[in-house]
């Protein structure tokens, strides 16, 4: 009948409204997801892994990092012999951490599921990852890592943190995240894979691992905007 047709006509509408806010809904979201190299990275690198033919399951790892998460026990050092999975624990805690991603699916079956902390730490914090490998290809860069480090990752909080002033290209990294912490209060996780790498290659240059300690000891030390 003609009232038959009407109400599946109203009920078919209804349906594909209620679909038509859920797909604007998603892509709204999207639209404001950043994913950097260094800020906010994406979980591809930890999705390679779980597809690998031999992946363990380290995620008992992430319940111990929620639970230093803003304490004075809060800087870890994972200290172990290559090839030990250290850059796969480091790729686990960024696809976790980060804001630029959805990983609910890849850790859906996995042991931090069943924490109660899991649903609240799961990509709802700012990250920087870095792998100081990356900066490092030959002994040339040693004396411009530092600057390339702290210029590629400016480059990335810019685009992040667009409404954020009082700083820019060429001002000091450490600067840049006091300037973020004060306008928006949010702090960051860092993630650093590698960072041992700089002593390997400049055993005998005294010069070049000050530097470094005395950078990393700026970035970390006292910084309010460390989680």
Known sequence: SYLTSMIKWAKLLAC???MMKKL???WNRKKDLFMGIYVNPGNTAFREALNSAIYIDKTGLIAYTNKVLNTKQKNLCVSRPRRFGKSIAA???????SKGC???ALFSDLI?????????HLNQHQVIRLDIQRFLETKQDLDTFISEIERKVILELIKEFPDCNHFGVGSRLKDAFDQIF???GQGFVFIID???CVFRMAKTREDIQKNYLDFL????KGAEYVE
């Open 91 to 97: 790729d686990m805690l960024s696809a976790y951490y």
């Open 194 to 196: 590698e960072w041992d």
């Open 24 to 26: 604007c809904a998603g």
């Open 16 to 18: 594909r409204t209620k």
């Open 102 to 104: 959805n990983s609910h």
């Open 112 to 120: 931090i599921k069943e924490q109660k902390t899991y649903p609240e």
């Open 217 to 220: 000891r700026g970035l970390f």
């Open 182 to 184: 004060i306008q928006t």
